[in-house]
């Protein structure tokens, strides 16, 4: 398969910023309600089989339906390990108790949060702020801070009744954390950051493994070339509004390469800062497994 080049840091976002803007006098000429999760198949050499990822569930009620689908598809592929990519709300304490719904997964699962999960970055003002802010970040393997984003609206407290309500029914939040485990008999090295609009974003640091490595992080350009096999992100919806095809050729869901690593960014599940269940783009289930 051909690698499509990672786009510069910022372009990906401005450039939905910038069409998200036009289309909202003209929504309605293309846009299509899609509820059924499609399943696309990631292959990358030496992947254990049995790995599923997701991101960006944004529980309400509105969208039970859809994350209820979506986990009995998961559950009917019978996976060693599930991975969320972060933004388990839409917004408010309201969605806590909605988190109960993942109890219903059959394989063990690890998650990070999202920029939803502090109250980050979730407004049309935060977002601009976020996006400005972004540049005085470095992004390197050897020199990573997000400090200039931890500019004090991130709601810390939020984020732990997040966490803690995930804890409750069975997902395992890591918050700048490395675990390792082992599938069919593989090892494989987990890292999941916290979110990095938050500024909490920390990587561990981490001795040489011959493990599996998989790097999980909500926004895609708070990642870095770091050691690592996988890098797995969600946080654009893959455009949300953009035709099928269009938000892979922006970078903003997809595959494409970063260091010696496959990275891939997923349109994501649920959907945000709208009136209804409604994308151009369909939901995604991320199935992972050897090249």
Wanted: aromatic residues 6%; glycine residues 10%.
């Amino acid at each position: 398969m051909t690698v499509a080049p990672r786009m510069p840091h910022l372009n990906r976002f401005f450039s939905v910023t910038l069409i998200l803007s036009v289309l909202s006098v003209s929504l309605g000429a293309f846009m299509t309600e899609h509820r059924d999760p499609a399943v696309t198949d990631l292959t990358v050499e030496g992947a254990p089989n049995g790995i599923v990822f997701i991101a960006d569930p944004h529980v309400r009620e509105a969208n039970l339906p859809l994350i209820n689908e979506t986990i009995r598809e998961i559950n009917a592929m019978h996976p060693s390990l599930v991975l969320i990519g972060g933004d388990f709300v839409f917004g408010g304490d309201d969605d806590l108790g909605l988190q109960s719904v993942w109890s219903e997964l059959d394989a063990p699962t690890y998650a990070i949060l999202g920029n939803h999960d502090y109250q980050s970055g979730d407004t049309a003002t935060t977002l601009v702020k976020k996006l400005t802010e972004i540049r005085q970040a470095r992004v390197s393997a050897t020199d990573y801070d997000l400090g200039s984003l931890d500019d004090g609206t991130a709601d810390g407290a939020y984020a732990d009744r997040v966490a803690a309500a995930l804890e409750a029914n069975g997902v395992h939040v890591l918050r700048n954390q490395a675990v390792d485990l082992e599938i069919d008999g593989r090892p494989v090295r987990l890292v999941g950051l916290d979110d990095g609009w938050a500024g909490r974003a920390n990587p561990p640091a981490l001795e040489p493994t011959d493990a599996f490595t998989i790097y999980l992080i909500h926004e895609p350009d708070c990642a870095a070339p770091w050691d690592a096999d996988l890098i797995l992100a969600g946080h654009t919806h893959g455009g949300q509004f953009l035709p099928a095809g269009v938000a892979d050729r922006l970078g903003l869901s997809g595959r494409s390469s970063l260091g010696d690593a496959v990275m891939y960014v997923t349109r994501g599940i649920g959907t945000s800062n709208l009136p209804r269940e409604i994308r151009a783009t369909s939901p995604e289930i991320v199935r992972i497994g050897p090249g």
